[in-house]
């Protein structure tokens, strides 16, 4: 059974978003459990997610979820724009609220850590270049 989409193509937060993670070497963007998901051989982000709280999911429409450094993880948990996504969480990933006092260049760096974790020895070293 497919997953429903669960993103506005027009959104213009998405856009945001895409142009950052589409712009790392051999970035790809599918549709993965009805949210845009950014991947080389595996993903290294997710726009959107959820938590769930007593039961009933939550949704973070508007968010980027990413892989971190535990220490990095640690940190950002901590705030309050921040969440431990359903079912990735586990695994060290955080996911992050956007809104309109976005400091994009922290999510450019918060994709750029997710990338290097994900992408393989080739592709950071093409983004080293």
């Known amino acids: 059974m497919a997953h429903p989409i669960m993103f506005d193509e027009a959104d213009p937060v998405l856009g945001r978003v895409r142009e950052l993670a589409l712009a790392f070497p051999d970035a790809a963007e599918k549709v993965s459990h009805g949210r845009p998901a950014f991947f080389t051989t ?13 039961g009933v999911y939550q ?39 956007l809104g309109a006092g976005t400091d994009w260049a922290e999510i450019g760096e918060l994709l750029d850590a997710s990338y290097r974790l994900t992408a393989g020895v080739r592709r950071v070293r093409l983004l080293d270049r």
């Open 42 to 54: 595996k993903v290294f982000a997710y726009y959107g997610g959820s938590i769930k709280v007593d």
């Open 59 to 97: 949704q973070h429409d508007r968010s980027v979820m990413v892989l971190t450094e535990p220490d990095e993880r640690k940190v950002l948990v901590a705030e309050e724009r921040c969440y431990v996504p359903a079912y990735l969480g586990h695994s060290g990933w955080v996911g992050v609220d």
